[in-house]
């Protein structure tokens, strides 16, 4: 289980130690990367530098959708981590374009399933017994095939089901040789990441190798079952006094590392639309149980299910519970857990953004590190008020009544104040990002009319009176606090003005010097960069040679002037 806040300490296997049946594969992971690389830099960087901006942003979307198409057949073919990318790609709606997302959407639920013999192979050498010795019956035609394994129902033989306390099963088997494979797609992964920590319009928003390395930890903990297997329990054990909420048991007896067996909990998808109509559930009740399900887990237990897309949640009918029915989770191969003062910063953004205070969105976003201290947000603080005014307590259904003029007139305004914001993605937030977008999705889709909204207030109303109770308390502690820095500062000032009577007052100057000495360096290099490119391009009509040799002479000049920094 990764604990966010916490820097993970797996490393990818480095190239050299690639597997040498998969370099193959290596190359074509690299070679797709370097290709999206060339193409973002060459549009996000290398036109805006010379006055195209708007080419840029009028091409963007289609771009994003033209590799989203290259890549979800490169996935489907490769499986692996390259589905998991995909997989998180497309949750991405905060930042991505519905369009991108719709190309990748197919990923949630599709990957070739393994023919049989193999698997039974791979099961019966981790078990160490036949099959036949190890469960009553086993279905050879998979339940459902992910990328990393594939599930097939079963049943224990009788033995086994006493002790386990249940008889149908669902057998988790590990796709062979994935562990290789694993380690190949995290090495080409970290390659990436060390390339785009040198581009300072990546660097300075996200650390890419730890956002690598993280992925990493939670990818080798996805094929550890034993590891999955304890989440599984620790999952029962949270939520075991929330009636709505359950999950399988774990057949201990015959879960190794490779194989994992746990109860059959089979039901309604939660996607099924109509199969919870026809057994009488109101999809919107489901979608706000479980809206309030996950929210629970994140700001309550800490402990959270990081994977919780359609194929991982069933609705099971229970006349006992309210609401008719009770949700049952799957697949606990991605858990997350959330620190205590990472959930206190998360409460507070809560409670701001619920009371639409942009000032404490603001104060919330630099508490969890998504913004540097640095920041100047005082236009930030003003396009959330905006943003809260116009649309703040609408949802999905509203929102898309509203006219796209006033989206395009809100992002014209503050588009610019939020791209030039040093926002960053801090470290071990990939699991916590997934699973609010997956939870989104699923809701959204379950119901259009659902405001998450309505499932947030609760929350914050009662995270505000907790928090009132030790307002007194905290209100003494600052006065003590303030009392103390007074009693200082008559010293403190006296200090000051004796240094500056005695002229020892010294102000070091060298940094800005060499800011600004790289500042002219690399102005005269744009300079340099558009006339070249400019040149190249008026003088290419009448001699295609001499156009052309100023255009790539121009390169490393632009390349100079957007990635150089001081030695």
Aim: net charge neutral; aromatic share 6%.
């Amino acid at each position: 289980m990764q604990q966010l806040g916490v820097v993970s300490t797996a490393t990818p296997v480095p190239p050299s130690r690639v597997d040498p049946a998969l370099r193959g594969r290596y190359r074509r992971i690299m070679r797709f990367a370097t290709r999206v690389l060339v193409q973002s830099w060459w549009y996000e960087l290398v036109l805006p530098a010379v006055g195209l901006r708007a080419l840029a942003n009028r091409t963007r979307t289609r771009r994003m959708v033209g590799i989203a198409r290259r890549f979800h057949p490169l996935a489907v073919e490769l499986g692996g981590l390259m589905i998991k990318v995909g997989q998180f790609l497309s949750s991405r709606l905060d930042v991505l374009p519905p369009e991108v997302t719709a190309e990748l959407a197919d990923l949630q639920d599709e990957a070739p399933p393994v023919a049989f013999d193999d698997i039974r192979r791979a099961a019966e050498v981790s078990l160490g017994v036949p099959l036949e010795r190890a469960f009553e019956r086993l279905d050879p035609i998979p339940l459902a095939a992910a990328s990393l394994g594939q599930a097939h129902r079963g049943v224990l033989r009788a033995e086994d089901a006493e002790i386990a306390g249940f008889a149908d099963v669902v057998v988790k088997i590990q796709r062979p040789g994935i562990d290789r494979i694993v380690d190949t797609d995290l090495a080409a992964l970290a390659r990436i990441g060390r390339i785009l920590a040198r581009v300072r319009m990546v660097s300075r928003r996200v650390d890419a190798p730890a956002l690598v390395a993280e992925f990493a930890a939670v990818s080798r903990d996805e094929i550890d079952y034993l590891h999955e297997a304890a989440s599984a329990e620790r999952f029962a054990m949270d939520t075991a006094q929330r009636p709505g909420i359950s999950g399988p048991r774990v057949a201990w007896e015959r879960t190794t590392r490779t194989v994992l067996v746990l109860e059959d909990v089979s039901a309604i998808k939660i996607s099924d639309v109509p199969a919870l109509r026809a057994a009488g559930i109101d999809p919107s009740a489901v979608a706000h149980a479980f809206a309030t399900a996950m929210l629970d887990q994140v700001f309550l237990d800490g402990p959270f299910h990081a994977d919780p897309h359609p194929g991982n949640v069933f609705v099971t009918p229970d006349a006992s519970v309210k609401g008719g029915f009770r949700l049952t989770f799957i697949d606990f191969g991605m858990m997350g857990e959330v620190s205590g003062q990472l959930r206190e910063h998360l409460q507070a953004a809560v409670i701001a953004v619920v009371s639409r205070d942009g000032a404490g969105v603001v104060r919330a976003f630099r508490d969890v590190g998504m913004l540097l201290p640095s920041a100047d947000t005082v236009e930030l603080e003003r396009a959330l008020t905006a943003l809260f005014e116009r649309f703040g307590g609408m949802g999905f259904a509203e929102l898309q009544q509203v006219d796209p003029r006033e989206f395009r007139d809100f992002a014209r305004e503050f588009g610019d104040v939020v791209r030039e914001l040093p926002f960053q993605l801090p470290e071990n937030f990939l699991l916590l990002i997934r699973a609010v977008s997956l939870t989104s999705g699923v809701c959204s889709a379950l119901d259009p009319a659902f405001n998450i909204w309505n499932a947030a207030e609760p929350y914050a109303t009662g995270l505000m009176s907790r928090q009132a109770g030790g307002a007194l308390r905290g209100l003494g502690k600052q006065a003590a606090e303030v009392a103390g820095v007074l009693s200082r500062l008559p010293r403190r000032a006296d200090e000051l003005i004796t240094t500056l009577e005695q002229g020892r007052l010294v102000v070091d100057t060298s940094r800005l010097e060499r800011r600004v000495d790289r500042l002219a360096r690399r102005v005269i290099a744009v300079v340099i960069f558009a006339g070249l490119i400019i040149g190249g391009a008026v003088v290419h009509s009448s001699d295609a040679v001499l156009g052309a040799v100023l255009m790539i002479g121009s390169v490393p000049v632009g390349a100079f002037a957007l990635f150089a920094r001081s030695r």
